[in-house]
């Protein structure tokens, strides 16, 4: 039975009538089209859907949507201010901290969650898988916000 | 997308409204909490259901209150907070330790220590989507009458993978229970059946409410064995934990269907259990590392673990 | 390298902002209007006559568009590898019967993916099983299941229609489950084994692991109602593509477009064609909508083809003082089911390691096996990891025998620059000692060999072509003049991760001697671009990227040529710089791009100002009409195969836990000779990913399968390395130059893998003191080579 939810995705309000076994996922990229956040494993392994939901990380794949009720959602997509870029994203650019490119989102939004409660880190985003695996480059990448560089 | 089946979906603010809900339904219900290990679950089919209830709202069940007495933790307290509470650090190392190598640092923010106690029981021939599944004949978990993992099995013998149990049993914890009836509480380790098809003695309408450990500090500690170092569920996982004149309990999990525990009087009585455990224990080529490597690892995990503490 | 002002320079990807602002389009990303959502019904038997499929009640499901069986569509066949001698073996969805557990049987085209999934399960088909073979030497022997029938090719072979002359396809029967066979000889192998004085042999087997390409395989494609078929592909190069749908649907390649996606990961396991692909193809054309399918990755694991299974014969002769006298090589290839690339495969086995070691006398005889489990294809380094594990593993097990020093071994055995290898490609360039000596001294080699309990250093050599001469053969690029002084330049080349813009635009900078900002790419549209020889084969930068520069200098003559006449001034006094044209004797009668763009519309009857650019992969192989042929041939190993070889050497320095078998890598440090960098933070990035990929193909990765089932189809049971798993890694790029690259540039995408699998496991192995001969080495598996070792 469809259900309603009234949720806050990177500043907007949404109000959706939805099916409960749709997931956070489903709901960013089928019903808002936001398509930064992608499906990699679809069992939460691998950090690809990683959304931030009310100041945590979530892997969007494994969460439903009608548990975001309420919430508030950031996605890759509101974390440029306007045409700046946020600094973790100039940071990645700037440290060709991709390849594909296909997980940057979820890792960049992994980054942001964990800058947030540890803004002098060692070494983060530890659920996050990336098959290009430059991880050393994403050290830097996540490290370089006004941090020592991590080798 | 990977599609979910169809369901209902409540989320219950009151545990009035909760057991008034549970009590009502005919049908199945899966409680959800982080739903860091029951979303692929369902994703992949092996939970039969028409009803989520989701128990995130419920008021009061997300705590960690220590007034110098028994400690408790609320079910809905996530692993995170156990990992950052300083309190249960510097009491019961072997919790803080078990808390730090679950999962992974994202997968903590959202998985909960009620979740994470009564996580289902996993398997190599079980934990894969139904297509998957039909190459296969229907085993005892998913109410057949064989075992693909061993052949002429008479039983499940699906693994328990938890991280925090073992260490909770070995601080002596127990949990308390809610029904509709009222409340029980009952000793952590007696909560399993021994049974890998339900592992766990609670009824459907039964919901953990917090976790009571023994206001005694320990010194102890918790060793995992695991194939990445992050992300994975154990191979084998050994929680100690002593008080006292050396009094304590070692417990061996991922060993099967429920943890090994053993208990032992003093220091001196403590040398003898790593071989002990290593010999009762008898896995089944279930789970992605062979069973004979994942026996020979109890005595070299719980001897490294009794060197340290 | 200073004399550069664009090319070596460590230049941020042009398109980053796309990617970190999550705006890069990947093909599962499209959405079309009206679009239908296709799923695939798969045998859970791994071979099985199908006897009957009923698929009414599923086209009866409200919401259902289309479903269709083998039946249907009947023996179009398709291959990656389709020639005479080996037709297609391959349909997109099985007919008659099912040859591994995962086979393509039924889909269905529905309104959204819920309905497609339940009418998948309306379909009913009834199997007999036959029985199965699963292991390659049994499939071999006389009397085992025959998997194929006699193949009775009914179109030409793709190699006819490439131009290969034509030999008229004939019935094709396999004997013995013996897919394919190689033999490559030279020197005289019996007198080589007799000049030994120390002859090892062994058997070593390599799993198959799977791409893990981020982005699951994914087909959108939309029919449009004047015959034109428009896909959004997962893909590593679009004329495969094409050229099979277009063959596979009946109509012409040019009405097939390949757009333009960011692809997110391939590493070999998204080339060539899949029968996904068709079926969304075919059901949009059926439907006349667009058609999506996006693979759960369980069908990506259990259903498109992970790295190849094999199994190396090694024997090796050695002169004591350390020399290789001989080498004898038996290949057995686990094709699975279907051929695919075997025939390359087996090949490559050998040429990809050709250049590393001179060996006098060498016999290296392939077979492709088929058995009733999951097909295989190439994965960075087509066979080239497999081949090298074996090889590298065993030169260390002579050193140890012989009390030989590993480094001064290979020292002994490498090649020079300037070789000529037996087939006749060239090492124009050839870097290995130096990556051999630099490695050793970073990692500290002499203070740390064998000092160290538990810790262990492992050395691991790779070659690797720079394109060859398989189809697509060549490459071509485009450079277009605009008004306003910029540029547009046309690749064939896709982006799944290499950074295609920012180099090509890097080259033709240098070559325009103009800002970076004046090249704006548009690359991977096959409506747009001119002939690719696509992503394969590391041909990227040495073929793809020398048709850039070359067509950078066209347009640049071009340019040139009319400032002149339009000065009056001689074509020598004219230099580019900055985006001017400047004569040097009057700098004050310089000319704009832009001028030029409007002299020529004005004053040079219209003239465009489009360079043009071309090359051939290997330019002495060619086929025309029988006449000229001159081919290389893949079964005796006769004839030219690649202008030039990368080249790799790793070193890794590892501890075991002696208890529990669980390695710890402390250092990986990779020195690679891939000519110039073009962009040395991008090659950086290569290195860098395939160490990490290496560590997993030591560590944890295999596709487990076990009665023909794949038991570890997802992310949490198929362990990809993650954050914490990665140790230090250092790369070197020695100084090297290759004459025939642009600026001197060649191969790095492949090669580093396999020098890092030899280096870790053979660290481990010097760690433990003791020969695992198998991949992955878990912690299981050192553990009882250790007991082993103790009893």
């Keep these: 039975m469809k259900r309603s939810v009234l949720l806050v995705v990177n500043g907007d309000k949404h109000e959706m009538f939805i099916e409960p076994n749709l997931t956070l996922l489903g709901l960013l990229r089928e019903n808002l089209n936001l398509k930064g956040a992608k499906e990699a494993c679809g069992i939460g392994a691998c950090g690809a859907c990683t959304v931030i939901m009310d100041g945590k990380p979530v892997n969007a794949c494994i969460v439903l949507a009608v548990e975001a009720e309420g919430k508030e959602i950031e996605t890759i997509e509101g974390l440029a201010e306007g045409n700046d870029l946020h600094p973790l994203q100039r940071s990645f650019v700037d440290h060709h901290s991709f390849q594909c490119g296909f997980c940057t989102p979820g890792t960049i939004m992994t980054a942001k969650a964990f800058l947030n409660r540890n803004p002098k880190p060692s070494r983060g985003c530890q659920g996050n898988v990336n098959s290009h695996t430059l991880m050393t480059t994403i050290f830097q990448g996540v490290n370089k916000r006004g941090v020592a560089d991590h080798e | 997308m990977s599609l979910l089946p169809e369901f209902e979906y409540k989320r219950p603010e009151s545990l009035e409204e909760f057991h008034h809900l549970l009590s009502d339904y005919k049908g199945d219900a899966v409680i959800l909490a982080g739903g860091t290990d029951v979303m692929p679950r369902i994703k992949m089919g092996l939970k039969k259901l028409n009803l989520i209830l989701d128990i995130k709202a419920l008021e009061g069940l997300r705590y960690i209150k220590d007034k110098g007495q028994n400690m408790r933790i609320g079910a809905l307290t996530t692993i995170s907070e156990i990992k950052k509470n300083k309190l249960i650090k510097d009491k019961y190392p072997s919790l803080h330790e078990a808390a730090k190598l679950t999962a992974s640092e994202n997968l903590q923010q959202r998985g909960t220590i009620g979740g994470n106690i009564l996580q289902d029981t996993r398997c190599l021939y079980y934990n894969k989507p139904e297509v998957w599944r039909k190459s296969f004949r229907p085993c005892f978990k998913v109410g057949g009458d064989i075992c693909n993992a061993a052949r002429g099995g008479k039983k499940c013998f699906a693994v328990y993978c938890g991280d925090l149990a073992p260490a909770l049993i070995s601080l002596g914890a127990s949990v308390r229970i809610l029904s509709k009836k009222g409340e029980k509480q009952m000793p952590l380790k007696e909560i399993f059946t021994g049974d890998g098809k339900s592992p766990f003695s609670l009824s459907s309408h039964e919901l953990v409410k917090d976790i009571i450990i023994p206001p005694d500090k320990m010194r102890g500690g918790y060793e995992k064995l695991r194939m990445r170092k992050a992300i994975d569920y154990p191979v084998v996982n050994i929680a100690l934990s002593m008080g006292a004149g050396d009094k304590g309990r070692l417990v061996v999990g991922s060993a099967g269907a429920t943890p090994l525990i053993y208990d032992f009087p003093s220091h001196d009585e403590l040398s003898g259990i790593p071989e002990k455990a290593q010999n009762d224990m008898s896995p089944v080529n279930n789970m992605y590392l062979p069973p004979l490597y994942r026996k020979s690892m109890v005595k070299v995990l719980s001897d490294k673990l009794i060197s340290r503490i | 390298m200073s004399e550069f002002r664009y090319v070596t320079k460590g230049i941020n990807r042009t398109d980053g902002e796309l990617i970190v602002t999550g705006r890069a389009m990947y093909a599962c990303d499209m959405e079309l209007p009206g679009m239908l959502v296709a799923k695939i019904l798969r045998s859970p038997y791994s071979h099985a006559r199908i006897k009957g499929i009923n698929t009414d009640k599923a086209k009866g499901l409200e919401g259902v568009k289309a479903v269709i069986s083998g039946a249907d569509i009947g023996y179009r066949r398709f291959s990656f590898i389709d020639t005479p001698a080996f037709p297609a073996d391959q349909t997109p969805l099985a007919v008659d019967k099912v040859r591994f557990a995962g086979e393509e049987v039924a889909a269905v085209a529905a309104v959204n993916e819920e309905i497609a999934a339940k009418a998948l399960d309306l379909i009913e088909v009834e199997y007999e099983e036959l029985p199965s073979v699963f292991d390659p030497e049994e499939a071999m022997k006389e009397g085992a299941p025959a998997i194929h029938e006699i193949v009775k090719p009914n179109t030409t072979t793709a190699w006819e229609d490439f131009g290969v002359p034509s030999s008229k396809s004939r019935p094709y029967k396999t004997v013995n489950n013996i897919s394919n066979k190689n033999l490559i000889q030279y020197g005289n192998i019996e007198k080589g084994f007799e000049e030994a004085e120390y002859i090892r042999e062994d058997r070593f087997e390599i799993p198959s692991t799977s791409h893990v390409a981020m982005e699951p395989h994914v087909a959108v494609a939309s029919f449009q109602p004047t015959g034109k078929l428009d896909v959004w592909l997962t893909h590593m190069g679009y004329e495969h593509k094409r050229f099979w749908l277009a063959k596979l649907l009946d109509i012409p390649i040019s009405k097939v477009r390949v757009h333009k996606t960011y692809v997110g990961g391939a590493f070999g396991g998204k080339i060539s064609i899949f029968p996904f692909e068709f079926i969304a193809a075919y059901f949009s054309r059926v439907t006349l909508r667009p058609v999506k399918i996006i693979l759960p990755r369980e069908e990506v694991f259990a259903g498109c083809p992970p790295s190849r299974r094999m199994i190396v014969y090694l024997k090796t002769g050695v002169k004591k003082h350390g020399r290789i006298t001989a080498q004898q090589v038996k290949l057995i290839d686990d094709v699975g089911a ?454």
């Excluded at chain 3, 006098?360 to 090298?388: D, F």
Aim: hydrophobic share 35%; charged share 25%; glycine share 10%.
């Design chain 3, 338 to 791: 279907y051929r695919r690339s075997s025939p390359t495969a087996l090949y490559l086995a050998h040429f990809f390691r050709n250049p590393i070691y001179s060996i006098p006398s060498i016999k290296h005889e392939g077979y492709g096996v088929y058995t009733n489990k999951l097909y295989t294809s190439a994965k960075r380094g087509h066979s080239l990891s497999q081949m090298v594990f074996a090889v590298e593993a065993q030169l260390d097990m002579i050193c140890d025998e012989l009390g030989l020093d590993k480094v001064e071994m290979r020292f002994k055995n490498f090649r020079k620059k300037g070789d000529t290898l037996p087939n006749g490609d060239k090492l124009r360039s050839y870097g290995l000692p130096e990556c051999l000596k630099e490695a050793a001294e970073k990692i500290g080699w002499e203070e740390k060999y064998g000092k160290e309990k538990f810790r262990g250093l492992g050395i691991g050599t790779a070659s690797m072509f720079s394109g060859a001469h398989n189809f697509p053969f060549s490459s071509a690029a485009m450079i277009r003049l605009n008004h306003d002084g910029r540029m547009i330049l046309y690749t064939g080349q896709t982006e799944f991760g290499i950074g295609v813009d920012t180099v090509m635009a890097q080259i033709a900078s240098e070559v325009l001697n103009c800002p970076l900002d004046y090249i704006v790419v548009n690359s991977g549209d096959s409506e747009v671009s001119p002939h690719d020889l696509g992503n394969w084969l590391s041909g990227g930068i040495f073929v793809s990227g020398e048709a850039v520069r070359r067509a950078a200098l066209d347009l640049r003559d071009q340019m040139l040529k009319h400032a002149a006449t339009g000065l009056d001034i001689p074509i020598e006094d004219l230099e580019m710089k900055g985006g001017w044209i400047i004569p040097g004797s009057d700098k004050s009668k310089r000319l704009s791009f832009s001028d030029m763009s409007r002299y020529g519309i004005q004053m040079a009857g219209g003239d465009p100002f489009i360079g043009k650019g071309y090359v051939k992969c290997v330019p002495e192989v060619h086929f025309w009409k029988g006449k000229y042929n001159k081919t290389a041939s893949l079964s005796s190993g006769k004839g030219r195969f690649t202008e030039a070889y990368g080249l790799t050497l790793a070193i890794a320095h590892v501890e075991v836990n002696p208890e529990t078998g669980e390695v710890h890598i402390l250092e990986i440090v990779i020195a690679d000779d891939c000519g110039t960098p073009i962009n040395i933070k991008s090659v950086e990035g290569q290195i860098m990913s395939q160490a990490v990929m290496g560590i997993g193909d030591v560590l944890y990765e295999e596709v487990r399968i076990s009665n023909g089932i794949v038991m570890n189809p997802n992310l949490l049971d198929y362990r990809v390395p993650t954050a914490n798993d990665i140790p230090k890694i250092s790369s070197i790029i020695v100084d090297s130059y290759e004459p025939n690259g642009p600026f001197g540039a060649k191969e790095v995408g492949e090669s580093p893998r396999a020098a890092v699998i030899s280096a870790i496991s053979n660290a481990i192995c010097n760690a433990i003191g003791e020969r695992i001969y198998d991949l992955p080495m878990t912690s299981d598996r050192i553990k009882r080579a250790l007991r082993s070792k103790s009893t």
